[in-house]
Nanobody, 126 residues
Framework: QVQLVESGGGLVQAGGSLRLSCTAP????????MAWFRQAPGKEREFVAG????????AYVDSVKGRFTISRDNAKNTFYLKMNSLKPEDTAVYYC???????????????????WGQGTQVTVSS
């Protein structure tokens, strides 16, 4: 079993920035596809950003393109979601997710990810 630990959420004004972190103590993440999802109240969980296992390919939902950046630091076994120019509609609980799949593909379907963080609240005020 892999435990993912998230941090970095909080309350920010519109236009501000946050960086979410996700780490797996004791587990090497360097080749696993990973992603960030979010779930707003009353809505389904949605894919936000993903990175292939190789780390060379990333993908984003259209609503965050140009504002959010997914990255990883293999030396620290940590991956990140940097969120800039935040909007009130970005308010949600954000989850990191880890797959057991390596390679160059990105997976937007949550079923590909057996391991999930506990979620961290991001609230953007207008």
């Amino acid at each position: 079993q892999v435990q993912l630990v998230e941090s970095g959420g909080g309350l920010v004004q519109a236009g501000g920035s946050l960086r979410l972190s996700c780490t797996a103590p004791g587990r090497t993440l360097s080749r696993n596809a990973m992603a960030w999802f979010r779930q707003a109240p009353g809505k389904e969980r949605e894919f936000v950003a993903g990175s292939s296992g190789s780390g060379f390919t990333t993908a984003y939902v259209d609503s965050v393109k140009g504002r959010f950046t997914i990255s990883r630091d293999n030396a620290k076994n940590t991956f990140y979601l940097k969120m800039n120019s935040l909007k009130p509609e970005d308010t949600a609980v954000y989850y990191c997710a880890l797959s057991e799949i390596f390679g160059s593909n990105i997976y937007r379907d949550s079923n590909w990810y057996p391991y999930w963080g506990q979620g961290t609240q991001v609230t953007v005020s207008s």
